[in-house]
Antibody, heavy 120, light 110 residues
Framework: QLQLQESGPGLVKPSETLSLTCTVSGGSIRSSSHYWAWIRQPPGKGLEWIGRIYYGGTTYYNPSLKSRVTISVDTSRNQFSLKLSSVTAADTAVYYC????????????WGQGILVTASS | QSVLTQPPSASGTPGQRVTISCSGSSSNIGSNTINWYQQLPGTAPTLLIYSNNKRPSGVPDRFSGSKSGTSASLAISGLQSEDEADYYCGGWDDSLNGYVFGTGTKVTVL
């Protein structure tokens, strides 16, 4: 059974860079049929797609976050990562990693999520 | 800001049928498949419906999806107390070249 697990600091200071890692277990990140995505959810609000990456490195980003986001992949560790620069309080959210089906675009496996608070 | 619009809330008594709409445009629902996600309180979302109307293994058949033009719908028949959750539609948007979610609908079982 595929599992995804987010890890990283739960507190980030404003203007600094948020860095999270998603570890994939029970399957290979080197799948030709899937992408790997980050999604976030501010407290009490809806879901926002941040972006996705293919194991070969191809990325797609949400246009509203593109200038501050970098998603990378480490196939040797079966991990992919998120960096979000110049954070503000508006970036406080639960961050989820998930797998995107390449066939229909659905997000079929999700991590449990990690709360990241942007505060001094 | 979400490009897919859902009603903020829906409700029904146990056993009733509840329908949730998802309205989009030609660049998203009109040209790509729609997926639905269920988010139980305090948990991560899970895939409920994919490719407009297909259910992943383990999802009860009282959940069904449909799509017509630039709108999609999720129906829950035989509503149960455990169906109380937030529901989101989602799909690819060709204009944004990214994935978009609906605004979300909170379903309450009365």
């Amino acid at each position: 059974q595929l599992q995804l697990q987010e890890s990283g600091p739960g507190l980030v200071k404003p203007s600094e860079t948020l860095s999270l890692t998603c570890t994939v277990s029970g399957g290979s990140i080197r799948s030709s049929s899937h992408y790997w995505a980050w999604i976030r959810q501010p407290p009490g609000k809806g879901l926002e797609w941040i972006g996705r990456i293919y194991y070969g490195g191809t990325t797609y980003y949400n246009p509203s976050l593109k200038s501050r986001v970098t998603i990378s992949v480490d196939t040797s560790r079966n991990q992919f990562s998120l960096k979000l620069s110049s954070v503000t309080a508006a970036d406080t959210a639960v961050y989820y990693c998930a797998r995107h089906s390449g066939a229909d675009g659905s997000l079929d496996y999700w991590g449990q999520g990690i709360l990241v608070t942007a505060s001094s | 800001q979400s490009v897919l619009t859902q009603p903020p809330s829906a409700s029904g008594t146990p056993g009733q049928r509840v329908t949730i709409s998802c309205s989009g445009s030609s660049s998203n629902i009109g040209s790509n498949t729609i997926n639905w996600y269920q988010q139980l309180p305090g948990t991560a979302p899970t895939l409920l419906i994919y490719s407009n109307n297909k259910r992943p293994s383990g999802v009860p058949d009282r959940f069904s999806g449909s799509k017509s033009g630039t709108s999609a719908s999720l129906a829950i028949s035989g509503l149960q107390s455990e169906d109380e959750a937030d529901y989101y539609c989602g799909g690819w948007d060709d204009s944004l070249n990214g994935y978009v979610f609906g605004t979300g609908t909170k379903v309450t079982v009365l």
